[in-house]
């Protein structure tokens, strides 16, 4: 199988990169520089795709996107929105006029759409939530039409947190917990989506190889609280997770983005993925390295 992916030098792309390509698949890594070599091609997230990166396809896959995790400000929520809309719009334009299409577009999407669930557990079936998050998502998910349109199978994977100690959120934590300055936020009450970068791998290609379009959510079928979270990461490092973080500290730390990122409360479940047939295979222990 032929298989062209975007924001391949991420967190996620890399590692499904790394494992497409140790099951014999041929990947195609679409770079914004000069490209290095025939396994890579060069795209423009705001208007340009070398065309024999999707013509050559069977499968494309999108995750490129620009980091969210950091505090708003009006010129960053700009980046964000467009690195997402713009380049799902890019590609899914460029799959419509390609003389060959691919079987499937996996356009990359996340729980944000939700907003704030509370303590409702939220499968795919869930409505539009508030906030600047769940309008960016509708628009992200949106931009890939014109391949729906051309008649390409289109997925969104709704990720969660993605757990791995090489990156994301918990490679950014790690060093505060292993020093015993880890704790619970706020009041630890709020729900945390997770899913293993393992689990995460294998459902995107779960997601290729099966009959799935629209959303999927990519969670692991146990969320937990952030308290339970921070204990479980403490427990596993050998090392105490008793400093809490004020709501107020955070609030003033990261502005906006607090209240979507890391006091929002999702409790969001794979209803669809697990319907399919899908097997997560890493527990939360697993997952922090326990």
Do not use: C
């Not at 590692?15 to 698949?25: I, Q, Y």
């Not at 990359?108 to 998050?133: C, N, V």
Request: overall charge neutral.
């Amino acid at each position: 199988m032929n298989v062209t992916v975007s924001g391949s030098s991420g967190l996620i792309g890399t590692a499904l990169v790394r494992a497409l390509r140790a099951d014999g698949h041929q990947v195609v890594r679409l770079v914004r520089g000069e490209p290095d070599g025939p396994d890579e091609a060069r795209w423009d997230p705001y208007g340009h795709v070398d065309p024999a990166a999707v013509e050559s396809a069977d499968a494309v896959v999108h995750l490129a996107g620009a980091p969210i995790g950091r505090r708003w400000t009006p010129a960053f929520k700009r980046k964000a929105r467009d690195s997402r809309v713009l380049g799902t719009r890019t590609l899914a334009e460029a799959i419509a006029a390609a003389d060959r299409r691919p079987d499937v577009f996996v356009s990359g999407s996340a729980i944000g759409y939700y907003g704030d669930t509370g303590d409702r557990e939220t499968g795919e079936d869930a409505p539009l939530g508030g906030g600047f998050l769940a309008g960016l998502v509708r628009d992200w998910e949106a931009a890939a039409a014109p391949a729906a349109d051309a008649g390409v199978r289109v997925v969104h994977p709704r990720t969660g947190i993605v757990l791995s100690r090489n990156g994301g959120m918990l490679g950014q934590i790690l060093p505060l917990f292993k020093l015993g300055l880890g704790g619970r936020l706020g009041d630890g009450r709020q729900w945390t989506s997770w899913i293993s970068l393992h689990d995460e791998v294998a459902a995107l290609r779960f997601l290729i190889d099966n009959d799935l379009d629209g959303p999927v959510n990519l969670t692991a079928p146990e969320p937990v609280t952030n308290a339970e979270f921070t204990r479980a990461l403490g427990k596993a490092l050998g090392r105490p997770a008793v400093l809490p973080v004020p709501r107020a500290a955070l609030k003033l730390a990261l502005g906006e983005f607090a209240d979507e990122g890391p006091l929002i409360s999702q409790r969001v479940v794979p209803h669809r993925l697990q319907k399919a047939g899908f097997r997560f295979t890493t527990d939360l222990e697993t997952a922090l390295g326990g």
